[in-house]
Structure formats: C-alpha cells, structure tokens
C-alpha cells in the first residue's frame, strides 16, 4: 500500500440542495479546520451558522501529521491505513452534525503539517473564510493561542473566524443572539457592516453596534495645571458628542435597511481592553470587525484591536480581512477614478 496523496477527497456530499453564493458576496468558500479533539464538532455547528447564511459551500479540512518517529521515516502503511479510517469515521460524523438544507458539505484529509498545508489549501482553493479553534487536540495552554492557530493567523490569505476552546464543547445547532461590531469611524470598520448584517438577519440576533472614544493625551512637564484639566474635560465631551453622532448616523443607516440596532459608547480608555469588557458584559455570542481600522494595513497579519482580541475573547471573532486580489483591484479602480478627474495641464481641454 503506497503512501497516501497530499490532497485527497473522499467525501462530497454532491445531492444536497444548495444555493450558489453571489459574486458579491463575501465569502464563497468557507473552510473549517479540524482536528481528532473534541473542538470539532463545535467549529463545524460554528462553520455551517456562517455558511447557511451566505449560501457558501463548506468544506471540512483536517490534517493527517506524520508521528514522531516518522519524520525520518516513511510511515508504516497499516499504522497509516488505521490513522485514515479513524479519521474518515471522525469526518463522516462531523459532515451530519453539519448538514443543512442549503449548505453544500464536502470533506478534504491532508497529509502533512497542518499549519503549513492548511495554508496551502485555502490559498489554492481560494477560501474566503477559514474557521480554527485557538487550541486543538492537545489541549489548552499557558499560551492564548496554540502553535498551530498562530501560524494560520499569520498565514491565511482571507478571512477567519476563530472559536475559542473553552472546555466542555456544546455541540447543539449554533445560533446567534448577540453580535457586536466595534467601529472607529473608518470606512474599512464600517466594511463589515453588511456581514454583521446578514448574520444577524439570519439568526434573529440583536446587532450591537460600539466605540471607544479616545482617551485624550497631553503633553505636560510636572503636574497638570488648571487649564490642562480644562482641556482635557472638554476633549473628552467632544470625543463623546462626536461618538453618539456617528453612531446614531450608522443605526439610522441600518433602520433604513430594516436592520435593528443598539448602540454602545464606551468612554475614554485602551480600545483593546475596553472591547474585551464589553464582549463579556453584553454576552456577546459573535464579534465581527475587520483586520485594520482607521491606520490601515500594515506589515502585520491584523490591526492591533484585532490582534488583541484575538487573544483575549472569549467569544468566536470574526476578522473580515479581503483577499489580495481584491485590494489591488479596488487600489486600481481608485487609482483609474483619480487619474479621470485630475488630467495632467498639458491635456486639459480649453
């Protein structure tokens, strides 16, 4: 029996109703990372709430990594005819805690490093979204994130949605009640607007839509003198006034649409921290923001909100992150409108 081919298939369920997600739409392909661990079955109820709602076909990755003592070595091939059924058996289970009416299920068993051929996979097949656990089958760690979620973090071309491992796994069908959506006033906030959006249509959810203001920072030798405490007053009802407008202007946008929403100021203080209180006091079930806010991108997989997130919730984050392809088509698109309505002098008309 020969070794087993990198990238194998062995189930697709083919007959399943199904609806073919739009061009528009923001993700469709969804992929679900599992491993042998308990997880699974929660990141797969987690991968088919978000699926159903963007009629996306779902496939279920895991990822077959040689043993120890077979990095050496070829593996045994009855060691490895054994490791493939338990594995089929655990994926065939998964794909029926799975199945829905409009969810096309189809199953991938990799061999190799799962970080590594994880990454490779979703950028082949052009996943949009890839959903992880922050721990696997070896547990949880002194570390927010395992080695494995780390590497997909970094890695990933798209988007992820990553479920934290909290114990005991609740297997029932997954159903918001309860999704934020924390802004900074940045159209690349406000971009996962329509994902929070449609997600909340979906599950009946309440959208709570929040912003830190931010905590205002002078520059002073020695203690504050009466007019800096003045200032610094005044600078934060500005950043508050400021704050309740814009965010009364995104709910009455999200009425106009027939989307119900609650808004939440949080005063003054580190965005980060302030995000993560709020997930925990409003028993947020889904937090949707996208990688980078007002400061942009940069040379770093997310922005340092969701970074910090990522890493300090307790709740399934969403970070909505546009595949490379579509920023250098939006970058040239701007570029083309710029280049239209500033004509160099020399071709000006008269």
Not at 72 to 82: G, R
Not at 173 to 190: F, H, K, T
Request: proline content about 8%; aromatic content about 4%.
């Amino acid at each position: 029996m020969g070794s087993p081919s990198p990238f194998e298939t062995f189930v697709a369920v083919d007959d399943l109703p199904r609806e073919r997600p739009t061009p528009s739409a923001p993700f469709r392909r969804i992929a679900v990372c599992v491993d042998g661990s308990r997880m699974g079955g929660t990141l797969v109820l987690q991968a088919a709430a978000i699926a159903e709602a963007f009629g996306a076909p779902l496939t279920i990755v895991r990822v077959l990594e040689p043993e120890s003592h077979e990095e050496a070595t070829p593996p045994d091939p009855i060691d490895w005819d054994i490791r493939q059924r338990q594995a089929r058996t655990h994926l065939d289970r998964l794909v029926a805690l799975a199945l829905r009416p409009n969810v096309h299920i189809s199953v991938e068993l990799v061999q190799g490093s799962a970080a590594e051929q994880i990454c490779c996979w979703a950028s082949e097949h052009q996943a949009d979204l890839t959903v992880l656990a922050s721990h696997g089958e070896h547990g949880r760690s002194r570390w927010p994130l395992s080695s494995t979620a780390r590497k997909l973090v970094e890695g990933i071309p798209g988007s992820l949605l990553l479920v934290p491992a909290n114990g005991g796994q609740d297997e029932r069908a997954v159903r918001y009640r309860r999704i934020m959506v924390p802004l900074d006033g940045s159209a690349r906030a406000e971009s996962v607007l329509p994902i929070a959006s449609r997600l909340a249509t979906a599950h009946e959810a309440e959208l709570l839509v929040a912003h830190v203001t931010p905590a205002p920072e002078l520059t002073t030798v020695g203690p504050f003198t009466a007019q800096d405490l003045d200032l610094e007053q005044r600078l934060i009802a500005r950043n508050e006034r400021v704050a309740h407008g814009y965010l009364e202007q995104v709910r009455a946008r999200l009425s106009e649409a027939g989307i119900g929403a609650r808004t939440i100021v949080s005063r003054g203080g580190d965005a980060r921290t302030r995000l993560a209180r709020l997930v925990r006091r409003e028993g947020v079930d889904l937090i949707v923001l996208s990688a980078y806010g007002r400061r942009g991108p940069r040379d770093t997989p997310c922005g340092s909100v969701a970074a910090h997130l990522l890493t300090h919730v307790t709740a399934p984050l969403l970070v909505f992150r546009e595949r490379p392809r579509r920023v250098l088509r939006r970058l040239s698109q701007e570029a083309s409108r710029r280049a239209t309505r500033t004509r160099p002098p020399a071709q000006a008309e008269p």
